[in-house]
């Protein structure tokens, strides 16, 4: 019988970067899975939690990898990947940006330098992604909550407060960071829609491309911005809201608590009513 499968990853803890540390990325993982458990329908055996030491690059790709196997061969229909970390810019791994000359790319746990630039067997940049997300039936929905950022260029004041900071880690070296300095701002989603994913897939970033995602102390304890009040709004509404609704009321509370990002949504699916 066909079922669901979900992959949340949070990682706070980089183990090769312990400046680059946030603080809201695991709690993020715990309050998406909660609202899978309450409103999606996923059971505890349908969902893979990987944080901090366990999130790394290989334990992320094969887990996502054992999820497209299994829709390909008909035992997931309804996929789910979450990941709350640093976001970061690499100079194009394969020739195919031939304009920006640069991917976007997650940070796992182990990230590490190599040379000038970040080292390729432990960075998961959006070429992977798509190579992988692409090879899905027509059958399977897949949808991905990215709380992360991958330009500086929104960079204000306001997030270098105390109680907030930029998930955001820049290129490693001045000379990675000439290769990919001049390109025009893109985020994960906008790069994967770009390479055209399929119609069923459901794309979420926390924040536009020229912004940066907070990861902020709201009500006493540590959250990303977008990931936080993303679950209160499904909480609150509990079950028949469309997605652009939720997307409205998420921008709406973070402009009332005076983040800047503004969070994305790409897909041909949004006002289609979701599963919570």
Not at 94 to 119: H, N, R, Y
Not at 133 to 160: N, R, V, W
Request: hydrophobic fraction near 35%.
């Amino acid at each position: 019988m066909a079922s669901k499968k979900a992959l949340c990853v949070g990682i706070n803890k980089f183990q090769n970067l312990p400046q680059a540390t946030l603080n809201g990325c695991v709690n993020d993982t715990a309050d998406m899975i909660s609202v899978l458990k309450k409103y999606m329908g996923f059971a505890d055996n349908d969902i893979v939690k990987l944080v901090d030491e366990q999130a790394t690059k290989k334990n992320i790709m094969t887990n996502l990898t054992e999820m497209v196997n299994g829709a390909k061969a008909g035992k997931y229909t309804n996929l789910v990947f979450s990941i709350s970390s640093h976001g970061t810019q690499v100079p194009d791994q394969d020739g195919d940006e031939e304009l920006d000359m640069s991917d976007e790319a997650f940070c796992p746990t182990d990230l590490i330098q190599k040379g000038d630039v970040w080292d390729p067997d432990h960075i998961i940049t959006d070429d992977e992604l798509y190579n992988l997300f692409a090879q899905l039936p027509e059958a399977a929905s897949l949808e991905c909550y990215f709380d992360t950022c991958h330009s500086g260029t929104g960079l204000k004041a306001i997030d270098l407060l105390l109680d907030r900071k930029p998930r955001l880690l820049l290129p490693p070296s001045l000379k990675a960071f000439e290769k990919v300095k001049e390109r025009s701002p893109r985020s994960m989603v906008v790069s994967l829609k770009e390479k055209e994913l399929s119609t069923r897939h459901i794309l979420w970033a926390a924040c536009r491309s020229d912004q940066t995602s907070a990861d902020a102390r709201i009500d006493g304890t540590w959250h990303g911005a977008f990931t936080y009040y993303l679950c209160q709004n499904i909480n609150k509404s509990q079950k028949n809201l469309a997605r652009k609704n939720l997307l409205a009321k998420v921008r709406a509370d973070l402009k009332k608590n005076k983040y800047d990002q503004l969070p994305q949504l790409e897909t041909n699916a949004t006002g289609r009513t979701a599963n919570w």
